[in-house]
C-alpha cells in the first residue's frame, strides 16, 4: 500500500523535472556573455523596480489628485446652481461669476430627459466626476470627457433646463503627471547609462585577462598589462603573471639544461664518429655507426620536443603551398603523397612550426603505407587537415594513447620506430599551440587517418 511519502514522491520529482525543462528552455533565450549577463542583472530589477513604484505612486496620485479636483469642480458646479436657484437671480451675473472666478462657462439649454447614470464612463476621471456629482447634487446628469477641445462637458439636469458647463480638464485631473513620467525615464536613462559605464570598466580588465590566458595557452606572446578592474579581477591578473613567469622560467630551464646536456653528448658522438672513421670498415664498425646515427636523431628529438613550440609569430600563410611542400619532402625520400585543398588556403599561422607538425604526420604515414593522401579545407571559420594512409592503423583503443611521449604499440603498427616515439606529441603540441587539436580515426584508404582541426 502506496504510503502519503510516496505519493509526494513523484509529485515532487515531476516539479523539479519541469523546473528543469523551464530553466534548459530558459538557457536558450539568456545571453552567453560576461557583460550582457551583467547588464541583465543590473538593468532588470532598476526596471522592474522603477516600473512598479512608479505605478503604485501613479495611481496613487492620480486618485488622490483627481478627488480632490473633482471635489473642487463639483462644488463650484453645486455653487452655481444654487446660486441660480435663488429667487431674482440674474443668469448673466452668475455665468460672468463663474467665469471670471470659477474658470467655468456655463450656459442654459432648453429642458430635456437626462439619464440618470449620465453617460458611459470611461476613465477614472469620469468616474471621479459621477461619483461626487451623485453624492453632492442629487441631479440627473452626464459628464463628457471624450474629445480634443480640452474641455470636460457637464450636462445637469434643472426643474427650468439643462445647465451646461464647460470646464478645462485640468480642472480635473493632474496635468503634471506626463511631466513626472519625463522625469522618471529621464533619471532611469542617466542612472542606466553611468551604470553600464561603470559596468564596462569592470568587464574590460576581465576580458583582457581571458584573452591573454587564451594566448598563453596556444604558445602566443602575451604583452605585460597592469592589473586593473575590482580587487578580485586584480587579485587574478597578478595571479596570471606570476603563473607566467614561473611556467616560462621553467620551460627557460629545462630547454637549457637540454641544450647544456645535447652540446656535451653531441661532442662525445662527434668523437666517436672520427674514431670510427678512423677504424677499418667492418660489419661491427657499420653496426656501431648506425647506433651513433641513432643515439643523433635521438637527441634532436628529445631536444625538439624540450623545446616545444619555437619563438615565431603568427602570419598570414599559402596552408596549400605549406602541404605541397611537406608532400614535395616526402617525394625526396622516396614517398608519394596525393595533395588536395579546398577553400580560402591563406590562415594566419606559424608556417614553420605547423609545416613540421604536417611533416611528422606525412612521415608516420608513409612509413607504414604505400598510399598517402593529404586533404585540407578551410570553411566555418576552422582549417582541418587530414592525413590518411592504407597501412596497418591503430586499434580504436590505443588511438589516444599514441600521443603520450614515448609511447609504443606494441603490435599492429609503431607511429615512430626510428627514434624517440615523440613524433605524434610534438605535432599535436603544436596543433594545441595553434589554438586546435590532433585526433586519429579509421581511414577510408583502409589505414589510419590523422586529423588536424585549427580556429582560422
Not at 473633482?70 to 437671480?89: E, K, Q, R, S, Y
Not at 595571479?239 to 637540454?258: G, K, S
Not at 672513421?277 to 625538439?304: C, F, H, P, Q, W
Not at 608513409?366 to 566555418?380: F, L
Request: charged share 20%; hydrophobic share 45%; with cysteine.
Amino acid at each position: 500500500m502506496a504510503t502519503a511519502a510516496d505519493r509526494a514522491t513523484p509529485s515532487k520529482s515531476g516539479l523539479a523535472q519541469g523546473f528543469r525543462q523551464f530553466r534548459h528552455a530558459l538557457r536558450g533565450f539568456t545571453p552567453k556573455g560576461l557583460y550582457a549577463r551583467s547588464l541583465i542583472i543590473i538593468i532588470a530589477p532598476m526596471v522592474i523596480l522603477q516600473a512598479v513604484v512608479g505605478l503604485v505612486l501613479m495611481d496613487r496620485y492620480w486618485q488622490g489628485v483627481s478627488r480632490h479636483l473633482a471635489v473642487t469642480l463639483v462644488g463650484d458646479i453645486a455653487a452655481v446652481i444654487d446660486l441660480l436657484n435663488t429667487p431674482g437671480a440674474d443668469f448673466s451675473q452668475v455665468s460672468r461669476l463663474a467665469s471670471d472666478d470659477l474658470g467655468l462657462r456655463i450656459a442654459m439649454l432648453p429642458p430635456a430627459k437626462l439619464p440618470t447614470t449620465g453617460r458611459p464612463l470611461f476613465t477614472s476621471v469620469d468616474k471621479e466626476l459621477a461619483h461626487q456629482i451623485i453624492h453632492r447634487i442629487r441631479r440627473p446628469f452626464t459628464v463628457d470627457t471624450v474629445g480634443t477641445t480640452g474641455l470636460i462637458d457637464i450636462r445637469v439636469e434643472l426643474d427650468n433646463g439643462v445647465l451646461r458647463v464647460l470646464a478645462r480638464r485640468n480642472q480635473a485631473y493632474a496635468p503634471n503627471s506626463l511631466t513626472y513620467i519625463a522625469w522618471m525615464l529621464l533619471a532611469s536613462i542617466v542612472l542606466l547609462t553611468g551604470a553600464i559605464l561603470f559596468l564596462r570598466g569592470q568587464i574590460r580588465p576581465i576580458l583582457t585577462l581571458a584573452a591573454a590566458v587564451d594566448d598563453f595557452g596556444k604558445g602566443r606572446p602575451v604583452p605585460d598589462f597592469p592589473a586593473r578592474g575590482a580587487r578580485e579581477v586584480r587579485r587574478a591578473t597578478t595571479a596570471f603573471h606570476e603563473m607566467r613567469q614561473r611556467v616560462e622560467r621553467q620551460i627557460d630551464q629545462r630547454t637549457a639544461m637540454l641544450a647544456g646536456v645535447s652540446h656535451d653528448l653531441r661532442t662525445v658522438l662527434t668523437r666517436l664518429r672520427l674514431q670510427l672513421a678512423l677504424i677499418e670498415e667492418t660489419a661491427d664498425v657499420a653496426a656501431m655507426k648506425n647506433d651513433v646515427d641513432d643515439m643523433s636523431r635521438m637527441l634532436e628529438g628529445y631536444l625538439a620536443f624540450a623545446r616545444g613550440d619555437p619563438d615565431e609569430d603568427a602570419v598570414a600563410t599559402d596552408v596549400a603551398a605549406l602541404i605541397a611542400e611537406v608532400a614535395q619532402e616526402s617525394r625526396v625520400s622516396g614517398h608519394h603523397a596525393e595533395v588536395s585543398f579546398s577553400g580560402d588556403p591563406v590562415v594566419k599561422l606559424r608556417p614553420q612550426s605547423f609545416k613540421r607538425c604536417l611533416a611528422n604526420l606525412v612521415a608516420n604515414a608513409a612509413r607504414h603505407g604505400a598510399r598517402i593522401t593529404v586533404a585540407g579545407s578551410h570553411a566555418d571559420g576552422h582549417l582541418t587537415i587530414t592525413v590518411d594512409d592504407d597501412g596497418p592503423g591503430v586499434p580504436a583503443e590505443e588511438r589516444e594513447a599514441v600521443f603520450k611521449p614515448f609511447y609504443r604499440l606494441d603490435n599492429a603498427r609503431n607511429l615512430d620506430e626510428s627514434g624517440t616515439g615523440l613524433g605524434l606529441t610534438i605535432a599535436r603540441d603544436i596543433a594545441r599551440h595553434h589554438g586546435g587539436d590532433i585526433g586519429l580515426s579509421a581511414s577510408p584508404l583502409g589505414g589510419l587517418r590523422a586529423a588536424v582541426s585549427v580556429p582560422a
